[in-house]
């Protein structure tokens, strides 16, 4: 390991393989970029909580920040110099003092279904069962399928593939992105139709976040920042913003940027499938922020104010 002057910076991370191989693209990228040694950029493990809980769903146990929150900490007391994130992880309202400095381009983001039994949702025998811990997840196969029976599925990727080939349930929905970054993209029966089965906010988008004052490492990042992504990303989590989402809300949202033009498209909808919204969004890239807060201000006036409550 090189002497402390010779470490660029110290990435934080879960210790999942999915984590790692994310932290480790964020390490080769920045020691290209600079010029440096791959060991010159630190990789350290930090455990979360939502890694050591693994027999609940998160919505019942305080939501998908319990993937973040200890990295944060260490992010907050100097420990480490920036985090990598799966952005759909991080937590609506970023803890004070830090901030998404940049994001790398973005993969695939669409989800994929992963079955032994059918080639698609449609072809799911009746009553089948799928597993998934996601509410987003759940509400859109209960608006395809309202007979599909939901069970909880929890754990990293290989684990949930394996529950899967055990037959612990008859299905289960993944992100592409992971799938692909773990090389194992065979593993996906069917690539699911975003019309049909929108992403969630900042699927598919690795997010490097660092404290808000740190110059020096913003300049670091900003070296290996893709715009586009970030921008998009931006619009996305503006929407879930205004509609307050947590683990305990199903919320879809995706925007994409051609050019100078974002095209955004949201939705929120009952856990069971018994209900649902949608809005979409399209402008100049500059009021990402703007066109996804809008998006969100419209649902949750349609959807009137009881519509999050009764969950």
Do not use: W, Y
């Not at 470490?7 to 990228?29: C, D, E, N, Y």
């Not at 404290?211 to 670091?220: G, Q, V």
């Amino acid at each position: 390991m090189p002497s402390a002057s010779k470490i660029l910076t110290r990435i934080g991370t879960r210790g999942s393989p999915l984590a790692l191989a994310q932290a480790h693209m964020v390490q080769a990228l920045l020691a290209a970029a600079h010029g440096v040694p791959k060991d010159a950029v630190e990789i350290r493990v930090i455990k979360t909580t939502g890694d050591a809980i693994q027999d609940r769903p998160l919505a019942e146990v305080g939501g998908k920040g319990l993937f973040t929150k200890e990295i944060e900490q260490a992010l907050l007391d100097h420990e480490i110099d920036l985090a990598v994130h799966s952005s759909k992880d991080m937590v609506t309202v970023l803890p004070d003092g830090l901030v998404l400095a940049a994001c790398l381009e973005r993969e695939d983001a669409r989800d994929v279904l992963v079955s032994h039994t059918a080639k698609s949702i449609a072809e799911l025998p009746k009553g089948a069962t799928m597993g998934t811990a996601s509410l987003r997840r759940q509400a859109q196969v209960k608006l395809l399928r309202p007979d599909i029976n939901i069970v909880p599925l929890r754990g990293n990727v290989g684990t949930r593939l394996a529950k899967i080939s055990e037959g612990v349930a008859d299905a289960t929905i993944l992100a592409l992105a992971g799938l692909k970054r773990l090389g194992m993209a065979d593993k996906a029966t069917a690539i699911l139709d975003p019309q049909q089965f929108l992403p969630a906010v900042g699927q598919g988008a690795i997010g490097i976040e660092i404290r808000d004052n740190d110059a020096a490492t913003r300049a670091i990042v900003g070296t290996i920042n893709h715009a586009a992504t970030l921008t998009a990303v931006i619009a996305e989590r503006a929407f879930l913003a205004v509609l307050d989402g947590s683990c305990k809300t199903p919320i879809a949202g995706h925007a994409t940027i051609d050019g100078d033009t974002l095209s955004f498209r949201g939705l929120i909808a009952k856990p069971d499938g018994s209900a649902f919204f949608e809005a979409s969004r399209r402008g100049n890239a500059r009021d990402a922020a703007k066109l996804g807060g809008d998006a969100g201000h419209e649902l949750k006036q349609r959807a009137g104010a009881d519509f999050f409550s009764e969950m």
